[in-house]
């Protein structure tokens, strides 16, 4: 049992490229959330699922996309990177209702 | 507008004594509370949580307390202990669309 698996650990992109990092679950968890940290900011919530097949946007989703085919993986995608995306990245899963997320050990993010 | 605020950024306390973290929220829809762990280079764990129904969780030396009324809870960490010393964020979940909302977090530092 790998709990949440995030790839990459690191990356470093040039400001428009584009990139997906990758978030596994085999926990059978229904939903997945993908959050940033920044100094000073804490996590701040970018998408967020809650079932295969169906996404909704979080705080921060502007340039980022996501996309949920099967309930274990959850991508997220940098369509063109800035270096305002700069920063770690998490995903995160849980089952529905009140109970906390279960979180990935992160891909730190510099975009040069 | 931030909806769950940690106002300390970082906060000191001598080995053995009290830790206490306060957070404050905005959003009456919170209808359940976190509190997670952060060591450096690692995701989030999570520690405690509470549900608005009631105003007390206790599990080993941490205990939380939730006042409705004034919007805030607090999570109290006795004795603190030098493996303590991370960055514990607070946390709330919207019942309406079961997205979890992070405040930026608090640095406990034990000191010997």
């Known amino acids: 049992n790998a709990g949440v698996t995030q790839t990459p650990k690191f990356q470093v992109l040039k400001t428009g490229q584009s990139m997906t990092l990758q978030c596994a679950q085999d926990m059978n968890h229904e939903y997945m959330s993908w959050y940033r940290q920044d100094p000073g900011m804490g996590l701040r919530l970018i998408h967020y699922?809650?079932?295969?097949?169906?996404?909704d946007q979080g705080e921060v989703p502007n340039g980022y996309n996501v996309s949920r085919s099967t309930t274990e993986d959850f991508p997220l995608r940098l369509l063109s990177a800035a270096p305002s995306q700069t920063s770690v990245y998490f995903c995160?899963?849980?089952?529905?209702?009140?109970?906390?997320?279960?979180f990935g050990s992160g891909t730190r993010l510099t975009v040069v | 507008d931030q909806q769950v605020k940690q106002n300390s950024p970082s906060l000191s306390v001598q080995e053995g004594r009290i830790s206490i973290l306060n957070c404050d929220y905005t959003?009456?829809?919170?209808?359940?509370f976190l509190w997670y762990k952060k060591y450096p280079a690692e995701g989030p764990t999570f520690l405690i949580s509470?549900?608005?129904?009631?105003d007390k969780n206790e599990d080993g030396r941490f205990t939380v307390f939730l006042n409705k009324s004034a919007k805030h809870l607090s999570l109290h960490i006795v004795p603190s202990q030098p493996g303590d010393s991370a960055v514990y964020f607070c946390a709330a979940r919207e019942d309406r669309d079961d997205k979890i909302i992070f405040g930026k977090g608090t640095r406990l530092h034990i000191l010997p």
């Open positions: 959003n009456s829809m919170f209808d359940y």
């Open positions: 699922s809650v079932g295969a097949g169906i996404t």
């Open positions: 509470i549900s608005s129904i009631k």
């Open positions: 995160a899963s849980k089952v529905g209702g009140p109970y906390g997320y279960t």
